[in-house]
């Protein structure tokens, strides 16, 4: 980082640990991140953005001998030393009006080591803001000249960052960590007549060198143009090929039934069902953040535990869920090193990071042959407003491509498809043996569902 | 800390004049003392009640059509003049601009009588919360799960621009949401339901929490013998206050200026013309009282203002921030709004709501012979460009012969903005609001959406059942 050494947030996390008082666990949180974020528009910089930020987030226990202890929390957007004193005494204060409760303690290091990922591109800090200037003005540029129906390009973003994390306690973790990433994004509005419809694309790695800016630029320009003309599709059951980006989301949405927490209190379709055949048995799926090429791969949790491989569902069976040290004393079971927290103002909880499909053998032509008549989702809309997971209630906006003849044909839009996504997974056709990696917390790859319901005209 | 010594206008003024150095048209400073609490009762524990305080500026130097941006948390002299040294590092014309600030006198103090978070006890908020759980568990015996969570807000602003802006804020913000789970034979359903004010604590003076934890138990309770929505299109009624969320989606994004300067709008080039039923008069609204898109001056120094969108179908206007404006010429509409100090102001909407009609909201569903009730809506989201929008349904009934019978489950709807701005032909006189939870290029920000009953001759739904 540039303005300390990476040592620096260790001293300081393990500085305020040594404050606790007799009776009292801590556990502080500190990160720091560096970022750059550029906006081209019209050949132009349309925003430059620099900025460094720095927070800490500090967790106190009380002890209440036999209830339990009682939590506080507190965070901060600053490390000043006065500002996290003040952080120390308001979660300390806060922790007196919880709740006590047995099953509320921190992370114990529990023996297993954390794996050596390379998560940090030194080469990062090196790259001048001119460089990303350039490559943002590039890719507008490359989007706008693709094709005389791209009719404008309404963002195309280039961004890095560096983020450096220490976490300690009273109860002997001590974690520290340094990433490093960068992406390029852009939207592309394609026109023909009245008819206008809008494609994206990104590309992410961990520096600016590992960045593909030609397939964003293509995603963007090809998802625009092959939507023009789209209308409406006829109500009626389908079988839907989902594209990578989808099943990324589809499968995050249903990592947070898979969370211990959501289990332990009852909010689950999936509580009380391991050791059952909940999907189809091609279906494996697993959270495995100890895989480098996942952009989420992290080497220890949210409490500072090793990350590790888990096992969700084997061959369409139920395996286990993720849990944080609290959830998993509340199931009677260990820690899965799963704690995730959003930064310095959160608190742990159980969540996936990094989950896959273990590949099948086709490819996604392979599969929209063998599929022959369905509807291929290029995208889909309203995943946090149609998507229950307590029920499994599951009913989106999508668009996409018609599948004739085991081929893409005409561009369908405005119209739903829904399910249940208990009766999804066990209406899984096929799973491609296209493994994409993607940012946010699952890899895409091609799926086929059968049995949804489309609704349009 | 009053709010007037964030900083000192002598400072201001350095700042700004530091980040004209090294040549621009314009320049800003916002900065922003922001303090949280947020407590949650799950599974019948206060697991957490958690603080959170932040601080720190944002400065944006213009030159030409280029925005540079820096932010930081140190509001100290120094630490402000290093950001905006970084922030003008997109000005690189070199000549110095020598420019003398001159800002208007600071306002006088606002007189607002709200009851601060920081006055009230964290015993009497917890309390709040075990009154809900109590409430919502009492409410049915198959009621397995709740969730109530507190949050309040304090944030102080100051934000100055060469452009002779000097203002500032001081917004309270409070809130309460109940989540029920309930349990049956054909599985779990939920429910939901939320206050949340532009207002102190004593918005509990006037609101029940157990009202919120029986109006949120009873949403999940229903769903429990509730059949599939239905799939394709049909008539649907929208009860008042349960669905404004419409409008924000099917044209309130595609009426932000920034999307119609970028032509990523359906509603680009059509000041003027009709585009939406005439029963329609849309308004962006930050003064009304105490709502959750609610402020006295906007995150760039604009006091809110009553934006009319469109009157009787006819479109009027759009939403306008600084930067924007400028470029038009003309003044911002008090819709420039941040998340934080460390994010860019962007056109955003306030509350946004359409104004009552005169028809009985009863009359509405009688004389809807079969269609989709919705009495909740939840989120959604839209494509400005195109115009296809969804939204969720969270509570719905259908209507059979001009009766509101059956339960559903959740579905989301799907439609083109302009077609079913068009397709509205009866709005009722039970207008009521909904706050909100926007989100907009990663940042959020609270809105407030409103309407009266109304019904859309036909919109997609999209549900399981054939």
Known sequence: MSASSPADLEVLAAAVVERARRGEELEVYVARSRDTEVRAFEGEVESLSVATSAGVGVRVLLGDGQAGARLGFAWAGSLDQAVV???????????????????????????????????????????????????????????????PRIRQVSSADYGDDEVEVALASTTGIRAHTLRSSAFMSVSAIAGEGSDTQTGTGFTVGRSTAALQPEVAADDAVQRSIRMLGSRKAASGRVTVVLDPRVVSTLLSVISSALSGEAVVKGRSFFADRVGEAVAVPALTLVDDPTDERALTAARYDGEGLACRRNVLVGEGVLAGFVYDTVTARRAGTRSTGSAVRGGFAGTPSPGCRALQLSPGTLDQAAIIARVGEGLYVQSVSGVHSGVNTVSGDFSVGVEGLVIRDGALAEPVREVTVASTLQRMLQSVLFVGSDVTWLPGIAAGQTLAVGEMQLSGE | MSDQSLIEPDVLRKVLDAALARGGEAAEVFAEDRQSMAASLDDRRVEELSSGRD?????????????????????????????????????????????????????????????????????????LLARADDAARAAGAAITQVQASYGDSRRRFVVASTDGVLAYDDQVRTRLGVVCVATGDSGMQTGHETVARTEGFEIFDRVDVGDIARTAARRALSKLSARPAPSGEVPVVLAGGSGGILFHEACGHGLEADHIVKDSSVYRGKVGELVASPLVTLVDDGTVGGEWGNFAVDDEGRPAGRNVLIENGVLTDYMWDWLRARKEG?????????????????????????????????????????????????????????????FGTTEAYLIEDGRITEPLRDANLIGNGPEVLRRIDVVANDFDMTPGTCGKDGQSVPVGCGQATLRITGVTVGGTAA
């Not at chain 2, 540079?68 to 509001?75: I, N």
């Not at chain 2, 359409?354 to 989201?381: F, M, N, S």
């Open chain 2, 55 to 127: 601080r720190g500026a944002g400065i944006r130097v213009l030159v030409g059509d280029t925005t540079g941006f820096a932010h930081t948390a140190d509001l100290s002299e120094q630490g402000l003049l290093a950001a905006a040294h970084a922030a003008s590092a997109v000005a690189r014309q070199g000549g110095r601009a020598v420019r003398t600030v001159a800002l208007p006198p600071p306002p006088g103090a606002t007189d607002r009588t709200w009851t601060l978070p920081e006055r009230v006890g964290k015993a009497a908020k917890l309390e």
């Open chain 1, 85 to 147: 004193d003040a952080a120390l005494d308001e979660a300390r204060d806060n922790a007196r009006f919880a709740t006590p409760d047995p099953d509320l303690v921190l992370a114990r290091p529990d023996g297993v080591a954390a794996a050596t990922l390379a998560l940090h591109d030194e080469s990062q800090a090196a790259v001048p803001t001119e460089r990303k200037v350039a490559l943002a003005i590039d890719l507008e540029r490359r989007v706008r000249g693709a094709d």
């Open chain 2, 330 to 390: 003309r003044l911002s509409s008090g819709n420039g709004r941040r998340q934080s100090y460390q994010h860019l102001p962007m056109v955003r909407m306030t509350n946004t709501y359409l104004l009552a009609g005169t028809e009985d909201p009863a009359e509405v569903v009688a004389q809807t012979p079969h269609g989709v009730y919705v009495a909740k809506l939840g989120g959604g989201q839209v494509n400005t460009a195109t115009g296809d929008f969804v």
